[in-house]
């Protein structure tokens, strides 16, 4: 997935100040997640830029949502918490990629000192124990090394949304949580990328409907709605997708 390449590649960066290890207390940061995992029950994923590791807090929202680590932590050699990446739905989990490369973008472009007051709030679906898909509230904070400037951790929460209505879509919002205010939505222009009818199925899967009910509602068959949602996801990889996303940017 192309996306997840460029991810990668900008997040693990090696650019100035590759020389420069981060001296973090990396006890310290464990010790955050932990206690937000029981603290307000979350599934709780440190990742470590510097080392390409990731350590899951369980907790018993962990359970409900069918995810059972055999440790806790669950140490996972990467920065990406597959067990619990597989269970977001598909359309949201390229719009999370999207937007977390936004975040990053936004704090890369600001001073140091200014960066710890921003964070990420998104609402997705995700699978649960029974295999339904639910509202996720998804948290994310960055935490960046004074030694070399560069991003050393990644802390996201994991916890079922108030709100289960299938009627509301999906939210991802970057917060400046000092001031309560929103500072950048999801403004990925998917009218630029995707056909009227490729939009008109992505307006339906954003409202939690089944391609069996879209094909109804759209009085075409299974397989055409099947074959427009894969070439949703195919145009929202490419590269030209990436563009529109950065150039829909802002500060």
């Not at 001296?23 to 932990?34: F, G, P, R, S």
């Not at 949201?92 to 936004?106: P, T």
């Not at 090394?145 to 916890?159: D, E, I, Q």
Request: proline share 2%; charged share 25%.
């Amino acid at each position: 997935m192309e996306i997840v390449e460029k991810l990668n590649k900008t997040l693990l960066q090696k650019g100035s100040g590759q020389n420069k290890e981060c001296l973090l207390d990396i006890e310290w940061y464990k010790n955050i997640a932990n206690t937000y995992s029981q603290v307000e029950n979350s599934v709780a994923v440190l990742s470590d830029m510097q080392l390409n590791k990731s350590w899951v807090y369980s907790s018993k929202t962990a359970l409900e949502l069918g995810l059972n680590f055999k440790e806790n932590p669950a140490l996972i050699n990467s920065i990406w918490e597959e067990e619990i990446l597989k269970k977001i739905h598909p359309d949201d989990k390229i719009k999370k990629y999207i937007h977390e490369l936004r975040f990053f973008k936004l704090l890369d472009l600001m001073k140091p000192e200014e960066r710890t007051e921003y964070s990420v709030l998104s609402r997705l679906k995700m699978k649960d124990k029974n295999e339904a898909y639910k509202f996720i509230q998804h948290r994310m904070f960055y935490f960046y090394s004074p030694y070399n400037l560069k991003l050393r951790f990644a802390l996201c929460l994991y916890n079922f949304a108030l709100d289960q209505s299938q009627y509301q879509p999906s939210d991802f919002l970057i917060i400046n949580s000092t001031k309560g205010e929103i500072v950048v939505e999801d403004k990925l222009v998917y009218k630029n990328i995707l056909s009227q009818r490729e939009l008109e199925v992505l307006k339906f899967v954003g409202e939690g409907f089944t391609s069996k009910e879209i094909a109804n509602f759209l009085s075409i068959s299974i397989n055409t709605v099947n074959r427009h949602r894969q070439n949703i996801l195919e145009k929202l990889k490419v590269k030209n997708s990436i563009e529109a996303f950065s150039n829909s940017f802002q500060h």
